[in-house]
């Protein structure tokens, strides 16, 4: 059997929506082995899907024949009940928990918006952050927002402070809020809540979180103050 191993080359790549560099790349190393193309300096999956792209390779380009489902990203919607009027704000309720047997990979926008709908399920509004530290503030009569502040000059920033109802350190890289007595339910202990946990009283009510980091646009590097995510109280 012929083994043969070509040269590599460089050709334009042709993702057919996939995300395979965060970097930007717009072109890829092609090399045979034995007929069949390898294609290297890009990732081995999607960014976005998870799915492992199919090359065709003609003379002038490397092309993913299999499109991603979600051009666009991914924006997730989920709701949390906050019966109590309190929620407690951190980064990590470990009471929350879930099964991720079957989930698409957590580095790619499915897997994470998987996560965040089997926490919802469990009872915790959940959205991955990056070790961004953000907040939570308010934006209205019961409208918020999960965000980091951008600073000016003087380092002013640009979320006001007043605003500002709870930080969030982000040891795991997520923010994580449930209703304070669901908490408690689950086995919570108020005597030991520290620094980095907050008890904030919203109204009453059923809260949609929509959150924005797996949409195709994001950037959670923009100046200013980047919104992770958006809530409202729509019940």
């Known amino acids: 059997m012929n083994f043969e191993i070509t040269e590599p080359k460089t050709l334009p790549l042709e993702t057919n929506g996939h995300v395979l560099s965060f970097s930007g790349k717009t072109e890829a190393e092609v090399y045979f082995i034995a007929g069949i193309p390898q294609v290297s300096g890009v990732a081995y999956d999607c960014g976005v899907c998870d799915e492992r792209p199919k090359y065709r390779v003609t003379d002038t380009a490397i092309e993913v024949e299999n499109p991603c489902p979600y051009p666009d990203g991914l924006t997730t919607e989920i709701t949390l009940e906050v019966p109590s009027g309190k929620i407690v704000v951190t980064d990590d309720l470990r009471l929350y928990r879930y099964d991720d047997t079957g989930f698409a990979s957590y580095n790619s926008a499915l897997g994470q918006a998987q996560a965040i709908q089997a926490m919802a399920a469990a009872g915790c509004a959940y959205g991955p952050v990056g070790n961004t530290c953000p907040?939570?503030?308010r934006t209205g009569p019961d409208t918020y927002v999960v965000a980091r502040p951008g600073y000016d000059e003087d380092d002013n920033p640009d979320?006001?402070?007043?605003?500002?109802?709870?930080?969030?350190?982000?040891d795991l890289w997520a923010y994580s809020i449930a209703d304070f007595e669901h908490w408690k339910s689950?086995?919570?202990?108020?005597?030991?809540?520290?620094?980095?946990?907050?008890?904030?009283?919203?109204?009453?009510?059923?809260?949609?979180?929509?959150?924005?980091?797996?949409?195709?646009?994001?950037?959670?590097?923009?100046?200013?103050?980047?919104?992770?995510?958006?809530?409202?109280?729509?019940?």
Do not use: K
């Open 159 to 170: 979320l006001p402070e007043d605003d500002s109802l709870a930080g969030i350190v982000t």
């Open 186 to 235: 689950r086995g919570g202990d108020p005597e030991t809540l520290g620094w980095t946990e907050t008890v904030v009283d919203i109204t009453p009510g059923t809260y949609r979180f929509t959150h924005h980091t797996g949409e195709r646009d994001f950037d959670p590097d923009a100046p200013g103050a980047v919104v992770f995510a958006h809530v409202e109280r729509i019940a």
């Open 135 to 137: 907040g939570l503030y």
